[in-house]
């Protein structure tokens, strides 16, 4: 049985299992996505190679990636000659099946922050300024704290004016502590500070918010090699999970980011902010194509609990709802 109709057995009519956070938050990029479908199909009588450049091209405007439309459009086609399908409107399912069975059956790949039993979970953010670093390490911390699990901040951005506060407003909000440093100062002392008094206090989760903006690639580079040096001195399995955040509304230039972030340093895993602000919310295959770094999280909105762990299910859901409603 394809994704499709695994999904919308599952979903669909189902209002129990259906995640509103993904719904609302998906709702631009479904409606675009959906919408441009819907009018191809009511547009063209019979699947052809304009019907088939056209989709292409719906794809490749959803932000998906160029190589993996290729990859998804030949799939698309075998399906239809293999099923003898001439109506375009008895494509949909195959569609998002094969979107998304690229995705899915590649390897499995966990969405799950990687906790260490034995030791401090050190959590270090990088990503490009303005990306939703500190936003992120709020949520994320108040997720955590929901979860039971005692959790410190550390202000490692001490590259821009008013980092610091912005993270110290947060840690009070949230009610836990944040160690902070002097603008302009090392950041890393910053996390090395954090790193000791976290061990001593016996805290769960260290989260380490980064400068997204230094003046070069080297100068970037030699910083995060600098704290990872130090995380590891005090936490030899540490950092557990290096997030990269990538705004989710630059598209293709964040795919580009991304590439480079991780060429500077190991990524554990994407969070893909500002969903809720983007039409295109096919940037989640493009990366999972060109860096097979799992997407953790999704950030749907700026408030603390508009955070989500990244489910392919509810994604495809809230992406491809309204090609599956009858
Ligand atoms: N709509 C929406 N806005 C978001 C989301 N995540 C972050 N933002 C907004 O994006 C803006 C930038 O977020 P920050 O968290 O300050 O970004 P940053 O990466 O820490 O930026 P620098 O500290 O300058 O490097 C803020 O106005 C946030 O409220 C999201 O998921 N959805
Ligand atoms: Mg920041």
């Known amino acids: 049985m394809g994704f499709f109709s695994k999904i919308k057995d599952a979903i669909v009519g189902n209002s129990a299992k259906q995640n509103d956070k993904y719904v609302a938050g998906l709702d631009k990029s479904s409606s675009s996505f959906s919408a441009k479908i819907n009018e191809l199909a009511a547009r063209y009588r019979e699947i052809d ?54 995705y899915a059956n590649d390897s499995y790949m966990t969405t799950k922050i990687n906790y260490d039993d034995q030791d401090l979970t050190v959590i270090l ?36 004016a008013g980092a610091i506060d912005q993270l110290a407003v947060w840690a009070e909000r949230l009610g836990i502590e944040c160690i902070k440093g002097k603008e302009g100062g090392d950041p890393s002392s910053v ?34 090699e600098k704290m990872n040096r130090i995380i590891k001195r005090v936490v030899p399995s540490g950092p557990q999970e290096t997030l990269l955040v990538i705004d989710a509304t630059t598209g293709q230039n964040g795919v580009s980011q991304a590439q480079e972030f ?25 990366i999972k194509d060109t860096l097979n770094i799992p997407v953790k999280f999704m950030g749907l909105g700026e408030s603390m609990d508009d955070l989500q762990e990244f489910d392919l299910e509810q994604y495809i859901y809230g992406l491809c709802k309204n090609l599956m409603e009858e």
Request: charged content about 25%; some cysteine.
């Open 49 to 102: 190679d304009d019907y088939f450049e056209e989709l292409e091209n719906v794809l490749i405007m959803s932000d998906v990636g160029v190589s993996m439309v290729m990859t998804i459009i030949d799939e698309i086609k075998k399906e239809v000659r293999l099923q003898n399908i001439k109506n375009p409107q008895m494509i949909n399912d195959i569609i998002i099946d094969k979107m998304f069975v690229i």
């Open 125 to 160: 953010m990088v990503g490009v300024n303005g990306a939703g670093k500190t936003t992120t390490i709020a949520k994320l911390a108040h997720m955590m704290l929901s979860e039971g699990k005692t959790v410190m901040v550390a202000a490692g951005d001490t590259f821009r």
């Open 191 to 224: 996390v090395f500070d954090a790193l000791n008094q976290a061990k001593d206090k016996g805290v769960d989760v260290l989260i380490c918010d980064t400068a997204g903006r230094l003046q070069n690639k080297v100068n970037l580079m030699n910083e995060l």
């Open 262 to 286: 991780s060429k500077i340093t190991d990524i554990t895993g994407i969070v893909l902010t500002k969903m809720d602000g983007t039409a295109k919310g096919g940037i989640v295959l493009s």
